[in-house]
């Protein structure tokens, strides 16, 4: 049975960092994109991030230069490294698989206030 | 970046209407778009992709179509269970999600 398991959110003020990890199991998760997606409270679906199998990756621009999205294939997890953060970035964090996203995780908040 | 815009942001519907959910890309985005659907306080579920393929386990009530940049999401006959919040995707050029639409109960 496919699981994504989001861990890392919490609590930080703005200009701090976190680091989002997302475990998988029970997909191909060498074979396929995966993808980070946000939703700020009572807000609609952003996409964040995705990174290739191969590990290259794709940022939106408003997270460029402060994100940094990475996979280790051996131990299916996927990161999203998040510095500088500002008020705006809090939200939900879903880790999605591929690029049509049919696993979702339960999602991890972030919360970033002063 | 493709612009996303779904139409329209609430609709009000009854058991068993018929319902209508459009999205328009701001360019060509072929038949690379995704239909979600999301309830509170849960994670999207995938309802389709690649504009007409229905996701394993979708019952057949839902249906997608359109092409380049005219996209629809049809709800043969609304269920209790299909008042929640719809969103549409685009993933031909990165990705980017339409703003949702809301079905809530007449």
């Known amino acids: 049975q496919a699981q994504l398991v989001e861990s890392g959110g919490g609590l930080v003020k703005p200009g701090g960092s976190l680091r989002l990890s997302c475990a998988a199991s029970g997909i191909s998760f060498s074979d396929d994109y995966m993808t980070w997606i946000r939703q700020a409270p009572g807000k609609g679906l952003e996409w964040v991030s995705y990174?290739?199998?191969?590990?290259?990756?794709y940022y939106t621009d408003s997270v460029k230069g402060r994100f940094t999205i990475s996979r280790d294939n051996s131990k299916k997890l996927v990161y999203l490294q998040m510095n500088n953060l500002r008020v705006e970035d809090t939200a939900v964090y879903y880790c999605a698989s591929g690029l049509s996203h049919d696993y979702w995780g339960q999602g991890t908040l972030v919360l970033v206030t002063s | 970046d493709i612009q996303m815009t779904q139409s329209p942001s609430t609709l009000s519907a009854s058991v068993g209407d018929r319902v209508t959910i459009s999205c328009r890309s701001s360019q060509d985005v072929g038949h690379w778009l995704a239909w979600y659907q999301q309830k509170p306080g849960k994670a999207p579920k995938l309802l389709i992709y690649?504009?007409?393929t229905l996701e394993f386990g979708v019952p057949s009530r839902f249906r997608g179509s359109g092409s380049g940049t005219e996209f629809t999401l049809t709800i043969s006959s609304l269920q209790p269970d299909d008042f929640a919040t719809y969103y549409c995707?685009?993933?031909?050029?990165?990705?980017?999600f339409g703003q949702g639409t809301k079905v809530d109960m007449k």
């Open positions: 690649k504009t007409s």
């Open positions: 990174i290739s199998s191969s590990g290259t990756p």
């Open positions: 995707q685009q993933y031909d050029i990165l990705s980017t």
